[in-house]
């Protein structure tokens, strides 16, 4: 009897400290795992969501601050809109004289004017004046005469941005030419912001800055991220299907992210070059998936200019996902996006893997 109530005795003792010890785990376990912080804000004309995750708190919450610091510096630098900004002092002094810009800023325009060859300037970053012309981004949108339309389309021409690396300047030939980077600039802010969160040891992120979203690792529980993909046609929480993200960036462009009705015609923001005028395409959305933000925003509108059929083509040819929706509400993927893409259920759209293969899964 006595030894009973010994081993009794020993039992309550074993099973209080292995408690103790479970209950200590749980705690090292929680402290030690990243949590998850999340801020909203605006930056760069549109609404910016940063999710990161994090063991320290006081590093979360610097590095989110940074983050919107880094985002308005930038914004400050690039935007067309902003007096005193680097690309507002190039177009001031179009035709006059050259400006001496930031590293970051002449490697962008650098690289931008390459996208501008690429395309054989179909996607032209001196669109600037037909931009402003049109207002869609404004509160007073308007349709422009055709007679203006000619005088501006004199006005577009890449070829006119003089880069001078040496003395890192950059000049437009002709008085009224101005270069507009919004084409590129919401995914190049996804690579700084990247590298702002990399070199603080942040290694699990999303950030959301307007349609465009940047995606580090996975999420601590070894899961991808899962992003909506727009419809088109739809409100802004309706989606044509998800896909899975991991280290890279996401960017579309579509008609239906900045519009004005005039006279019962639809116009939208995406200027064509050769027009001066909203594109006239038989494609509604193009996102494209890859590791270089500033790419994936060049892409998206380039191949949305370029309409289905040449885009279709074209595709398959990049070393990027693709998923471009034309106006008959079909889907179209490129091969490396159909392991990582989930069409939604119950919906009006046909999913195409190619021009003639269907995806049936």
């Not at 600037?128 to 949108?141: E, F, L």
Request: some cysteine; proline content about 3%; glycine content about 6%.
């Amino acid at each position: 009897m006595k030894n009973i109530k010994i081993n009794l005795k020993m039992l309550t003792i074993i099973g209080s400290v292995l408690l103790l010890l479970v209950t200590g785990v749980s705690f090292y376990l929680y402290y030690q795992s990243p949590k998850l912080f999340s801020s909203s804000g605006f930056a760069m004309s549109t609404y910016i969501d940063q999710q990161i995750y994090s063991k320290n708190t006081s590093v979360a919450n610097k590095v989110i601050s940074n983050a919107m610091t880094t985002l308005k510096s930038y914004e400050d630098r690039l935007s067309m809109y902003t007096i005193g900004s680097e690309i507002s002092k190039i177009n001031d002094n179009a035709g006059v004289s050259a400006v001496k810009v930031s590293e970051h800023t002449f490697s962008l325009i650098k690289r931008a004017v390459g996208y501008c060859e690429m395309s054989g300037g179909l996607f032209d970053i001196t669109i600037a004046p037909v931009t402003k012309a049109w207002g869609v981004n404004s509160d007073n949108p308007r349709v422009p005469s055709q007679s203006e339309l000619n005088a501006l389309k004199k006005l577009i021409n890449y070829k006119d941005i003089v880069l001078d690396e040496a003395a890192q300047t950059v000049m437009l030939k002709n008085k009224g030419q101005a270069i507009d980077l919004g084409a590129v600039a919401k995914g190049e802010a996804c690579n700084v912001l990247r590298e702002l969160y990399k070199s603080n040891g942040i290694t699990t992120a999303l950030l959301s800055i307007g349609g465009n979203i940047m995606v580090i690792g996975e999420k601590p529980n070894g899961k991808d991220y899962v992003i909506g993909v727009r419809d088109p046609r739809g409100t802004q929480n309706d989606a044509i299907g998800t896909v899975k993200l991991t280290n890279t960036t996401f960017s579309t462009s579509g008609d239906y992210e900045r519009f004005f009705e005039k006279d019962g015609k639809y116009y939208h923001h995406i200027m064509d070059p050769k027009t001066a005028a909203p594109a006239e395409t038989d494609l509604m959305s193009v996102t494209i998936i890859s590791p270089d933000g500033a790419y994936a925003d060049f892409l998206s509108t380039y191949l949305f200019l370029l309409g289905r059929d040449k885009a279709l083509k074209k595709m398959d040819e990049l070393s990027v996902g693709v998923i471009a929706v034309d106006k008959e509400y079909n889907v179209y993927l490129s091969e490396s996006v159909k392991p990582i893409f989930s069409p939604a259920k119950n919906t009006r759209y046909t999913y195409h893997l190619t021009p003639e293969t269907k995806v049936t899964d």
